[in-house]
């Protein structure tokens, strides 16, 4: 009873919060409060006992993390990125989607890719208004971008939720995330691209002009002339994100010196390296609403972990009367599609616990990897899987934009879909397969 | 749209205007199309010359051979002898930038208010943080007789210039006591063909200071 209670109260939360996401810190706080209570009174999950649980060492990292990316974005390199990407590829249409792919997903992989396409995401619609774009464009342009910019969080273990879930709980450890999931990423993306390119031709009418491209180019140099790196900002963040790729690259769990410690470690050193800025970072930027919503999941899914439903879970894929390479298989497509309506968050941290299990009957990495190419791929089924995607949305609304027959251009869920699902199946294959490989 | 230009090229130059000033774009723009041969610059006159009335002057102008104005730079200390602040209404991106390089020891704000949608952050971030924002409900804190209302005019006829709508909104009859100069920069030196939409007509007596 006690199982069924605590399950019921974490997927409906789950579930509330995908479709009212207007208030779902306020419904997971509610949800992880009432799974406490159901744990202290049934004494399945004494609430002290759920605290101690929560892998505080994931939280440090997103809170850590997030605000070196702050720093970075203050420092006004974003602006300078969108600046040069447009220089370079001459405000050629196709050039321009494939070189801010690229850039994105690299950007992705080192900071916080919310606040990149925060930064980043205006300048290209500044860009699209400059060139005159059709609908078909935008459409495939940024959600080909929302795309990269998942695989680019999936590419490195410090690149978004999931795989810092992996690298905090010590599932796996840097150099091992890195070597097998960038190469695998690279390639889901690289193949995406090329399908975009030959399927949906995104710039196929797009009326082309040598004019309206130098008129770009020139607008958005004049727009940004003055615009300056703050080096106060630029040299600590980026001096401390190398020192810390180096730790956690060199340094041996044995030396006791974990991930979420360099982290913390590097980053208190960019911030006191800038000065004031680094301080009214720390009381203005820390992304409270998502350290505050990934609290509850952990506590909802601590209670559930307590009541062994993980690991029966687990055990019910194992007992499929398929092959066990098969069984895999079923989880990860099961993870990708769970992701896809609940988002990565909820997903990740509740599909771990039943990873865990897998990945004692078959080498861990693999079913790790797996399973963060699969959250990978559900992030990009739907405009609402990810945090980007409304964003972008958004964005694109407060901007106005109008096609060159006159018509409102949109960015909405129907008008996402073709992209997602096309995402959504090559890094989902891409991951199996690179997942079938390592077995 | 002639068939040399894209459509949608309204929305590209209000897009510029917003942060450029209407003067500044144009120059920008009429210098990029004539890159491509004269053909462009009086297919752009064509397309957008009846909207964009400094654009259509600018694009006559340059097809009459005309080069951009060189700024004054000794009519604006003229003109700033003495001022200590200065509250600029208005973007015109070249006499910004002239402004912030002369500024020395004056303070420089700039009221982040205007009719197109502008991203005033992505302006003020050209300056390094040598011009502060203000807007209406503050701008008067800079006040005084050392200040000055500094705006741009777009050609001067007689007894009467062209500015931004905003200008209207600033310059009440209580506020221009406040102030120990009003300037109107004529950023545009040319006179307009068409009906100058985007701005407002007013008395050049409204100013303490007219520059060139």
């Not at chain 1, 070597?179 to 090329?194: D, E, K, W």
Request: charged share 15%; proline share 4%; aromatic share 6%.
């Amino acid at each position: 009873m006690t199982t069924v209670l605590l399950t019921a109260v974490l997927l409906g939360s789950i579930a509330l919060q995908a479709l009212m996401p207007g208030r779902r810190l306020v419904i997971v706080l509610t949800g992880a409060g009432v799974s406490c209570l159901i744990g202290a009174v049934t004494n399945v999950a004494p609430t002290s006992r759920v605290l101690a649980e929560v892998p505080w060492d994931v939280l440090v990292m997103l809170v850590g993390l997030g605000l070196l990316t702050e720093l970075l974005a203050a420092s006004g390199m974003f602006g300078k990125l969108a600046v040069w990407l447009t220089r370079v590829s001459g405000a050629n249409h196709a050039l321009l989607v494939v070189m801010f792919c690229a850039v994105m997903y690299l950007v992705s992989g080192l900071v916080n890719n919310l606040t990149a396409l925060l930064l980043v995401l205006p300048l290209m619609l500044v860009q699209f208004r400059l060139l005159g774009v059709t609908q078909r464009y935008l459409t495939w342009s940024l959600g080909a971008m929302l795309v990269a910019c998942n695989l680019g969080g999936a590419a490195t273990p410090i690149g978004d939720f999931p795989a810092i879930l992996l690298l905090g709980r010590g599932a796996m450890d840097f150099n091992d995330y890195l070597t097998r999931a960038a190469p695998a990423t690279a390639v889901a993306l690289a193949a995406f691209l090329v399908l975009v390119a030959a399927t949906a031709r995104p710039a196929r009418d797009v009326p082309r002009s040598r004019v309206s491209a130098r008129i770009t180019v020139a607008t958005m140099q004049a727009l940004h002339r003055g615009l300056k790196l703050d080096i106060r900002a630029l040299v600590p963040g980026g001096t401390a994100l190398v020192a810390m790729m180096a730790a956690w690259i060199s340094l041996p769990a044995s030396t006791g010196v974990r991930p979420e410690l360099i982290c913390w470690l590097g980053v208190s050193a960019a911030l006191v390296g800038s000065g004031r800025l680094g301080e009214r970072l720390v009381r203005s930027k820390v992304d409270i609403e998502a350290t505050l919503f990934l609290l509850a999941l952990f506590v909802m899914v601590g209670t559930v972990r307590a009541t062994g439903a993980f690991a029966a879970m687990a055990q019910d894929i194992t007992v499929l009367p398929i092959p066990p390479a098969a069984q895999v298989v079923v989880f990860l497509v099961a993870a990708a599609v769970l992701t896809g309506l609940f988002s990565a968050g909820p997903s990740m941290a509740a599909l771990l616990e039943v990873a865990e299990v897998l990945a004692a009957r078959h080498p861990p990495a693999a079913i790790y990897v797996g399973l963060a190419m699969s959250v990978c791929a559900g992030s990009s089924l739907f405009i609402t899987a990810a945090t980007s995607g409304p964003l972008t949305q958004a964005l694109v609304e407060r901007a106005e934009l109008r096609g060159a027959d006159g018509n409102w251009l949109r960015f909405g869920f129907v008008d996402f879909m073709p992209v997602g699902a096309l995402g959504f199946g090559v890094i989902l294959c891409v991951g199996i397969a690179v997942t079938l490989l390592q077995l | 749209m002639s068939e040399l230009l894209p459509k949608g090229l309204e929305d590209a130059f209000l897009s510029a205007a917003a942060e450029l000033g209407m003067c500044s774009a144009a120059w920008l723009f009429v210098r990029e199309a004539e890159a491509e041969g004269k053909d462009y610059l009086m297919a752009l006159r064509d397309a957008l010359g009846r909207t964009f009335p400094v654009l259509d002057a600018v694009a006559g102008a340059r097809l009459e051979g005309a080069e951009v104005p060189a700024l004054d730079a000794v009519a604006l200390d003229t003109a700033l002898e003495g001022i200590r602040r200065v509250v600029v209404v208005g973007v015109e991106a070249a006499q910004l930038d002239a402004l912030v390089a002369r500024r020395g020891t004056r303070k420089l704000a700039l009221l982040t208010e205007a009719a197109l949608a502008t991203d005033w952050k992505r302006v003020l971030a050209n300056f390094s943080g040598a011009v502060e924002a203000v807007d209406l409900a503050t701008f008067q804190g800079w006040a005084g007789p050392r200040s000055a209302l500094l705006t741009f005019a777009y050609g001067v006829s007689g007894e009467s210039t062209h500015v931004a709508p905003v200008w209207l909104r600033v310059a009440g009859t209580d506020v221009r006591t406040q102030f120990g100069a009003l300037i109107a920069w004529d950023v545009l030196g040319l006179p307009m063909f068409v009906y100058p939409r985007w701005l407002v007509e007013v008395p050049t007596s409204t100013f303490t200071h007219l520059l060139p």
